[in-house]
């Protein structure tokens, strides 16, 4: 596991939560982006969910260039590339296959596999990686298989989510194998499609000190 790329843990140690955020707008993208940023959040996991995303990606690190915005639901190696091109620093999956081990190790692009089995784990292990999203987080267990998962996968951190809400939160972060978690409830549909920009700032202020 030494040679595990040391990126992604950097990505994840800058703040508790990541916001997972799908687009359907450029504009609203970078509004998402900047009211985030303000807010203390500077990572932003963009899924490519819909047909914009790869522009919003575009947009979002051009208005705010000190925010590391990632690509999430990445499952092919096109995908993979695509979203280096718009400019994400790093790539998130839901799960994970040896291609797209291969494709984010050629591509040189920090990678963050979903896991949900202790054999899916040791697979990203034996590719080389010691860091993983822990996905869907509370559906496949929840805090208590990733407290349980410590013992025999000691060295190895994650990245939780799905199912994680600014109440849950903090089982989580208080777990020692966990650096931040993945949530979606910062840019809801509902905030987004009202514009209400400072409710995201505020929510992104509030997730900001939740580890501590």
Known sequence: MSGADPRVRAVLKLAPVIPVFTPDDVDDAVQVAQALFRGGLPVIEV???????????????????????????????????????????????????????????????????????????????????????????????????????HGPFADVRFCPTGGISVQTAPQFLHLPNVLCVGGSWLTTAALVQARDWQGIEDLARQASVLAS
Do not use: C, N
Request: charged share 15%; aromatic share 6%; no cysteine.
């Open 47 to 149: 899924t490519l969910r819909t047909p914009r995303a790869l522009e919003a990606i575009k947009a979002m690190v051009e208005a705010v260039p000190d925010a590391v915005v990632g690509a999430g639901t990445v499952m092919t190696p096109a995908q993979m590339q695509a979203a280096k091109a718009a400019g994400a620093r790093f790539a998130v999956s839901p799960g994970a296959t040896p291609t797209l081990y291969a494709a984010a190790r050629d591509g040189d692009l920090p990678y963050l596999p979903g896991v949900a089995t202790g054999s899916e784990l040791i697979v990203g292990l034996e590719h080389g990686l010691d860091t993983f999203k822990f996905f869907p987080a509370v559906q496949a267990g929840g805090a208590a298989l990733l407290s349980a998962w």
